[in-house]
């Protein structure tokens, strides 16, 4: 199965590079154009939720995106820092709470990623990563 | 609508301010990431530290934005609340309204598709 890796040291400015890659892999699947900045989207917010997680924790690793092609072209952005039972989860608070609440901007970011990924991924988790390190958001299209 | 603030041109976002009515409008142009977002941020900031209570956000030129722009615009609604005053986002595009709706925020935004004419 082709397997894209791609790591990049925890800055914002990287994220645009990292969800470019992610859209380059998608259309070589091939997924189809309209799903494309769906794709673009849904690795950006993980890569940005990756790194608002390791700038909350101060946590310097590379945070990893991997790209596979198989039977569904998956994506899976992995982060280095603490998890709690909170971060692995897939659904954000309501909106309403979100304009109430007053939480740091990494937070509210993390928040608003995750709404945003709920709707835009059918098939999403978000699991413990590998040897209970961080955590990983994955992502699924169907080829 | 007349522009009489400044016009910001950084970092792949375009800021500029003017006035409609007793609104102040910002326009923005570009992407909005978590890259973009501090400049953004800090524009709007400034702004209501100057008084600004009734602005709208033009997001008509936007390309792309992702949960660190929507995170702005969530922290210029609440600092706006707290003073009484009020956030219009002006917005006719496809994509961006996806994003307001798939994250339920369109139920907390007044998003209107072009500038209210009565200011």
Redesign the interface.
Known sequence: MPVVRFGFTPA??H??TARLVAASVAQRAPLPNELL?EVR?AA??AC??A??RHRRFGVRELVRMELTIGASFVAEVADFAPVTRNTLRTS?V???E???K?TD?DT??EE??L??L???VTDLQVIEGRDGVGSVVRMAWPL | MTTYGRVVAAMDLILSTATAGELTVVSVTGEIDMYTAPQLRGYLTELLAEGVTRLAIDVNGVDFCDSTGLGVFIGTLRRLREVGGSLIIVCAREQMLKIFQLTGLQKVFDIRPQLPTDG
């Open positions: 914002p400015v994220v645009r900045s989207q950006g917010e940005s939720r790194v608002a954000a309501e909106a309403e979100l304009t109430g007053t901007e509210l970011t608003v990623a709404a945003l709920g709707g835009l």
